[in-house]
């Protein structure tokens, strides 16, 4: 596998995870947070149900580009023992002419 394509599936496995357990747990996490903090907390409420609303809404579908570019970058990537082939070739260093 490519190691771009490797990258990009890791990311996206990761991503699932966590928009996963935002999707799961979120709302748990702001309502005891809301008991927690109080009617002082009302900036630190906002900020975390904001930020568990971004990971609900962009965690898995950057997740989905993220599978769909390791799938194109796998395709269109020269296989790594051609590339090292043509690397290790006896006219590696000279260049070509047409």
């Not at 599936?9 to 809301?34: K, N, P």
């Not at 008991?35 to 971004?54: C, R, T």
């Not at 990537?77 to 000279?94: C, K, S, Y």
């Amino acid at each position: 596998m490519h190691p771009t394509a490797k990258r990009c599936v890791q990311w996206a496995v990761g991503l699932v995870l966590v928009g996963t357990a935002a999707i799961v747990f979120g709302t748990e996490l702001v309502i005891r947070a809301s008991e927690h903090l109080g009617q002082n907390g009302a900036l630190a409420f906002w900020l975390i149900d904001y930020v568990i609303g971004g990971i609900r809404l962009f965690a898995v579908p950057i997740a989905a580009a993220l599978v769909a570019a390791a799938v194109v970058v796998q395709a269109l990537a020269p296989a790594r023992d051609v590339a090292d082939t043509e690397a290790a070739g006896p006219d590696a260093g000279e260049p070509r002419t047409p």
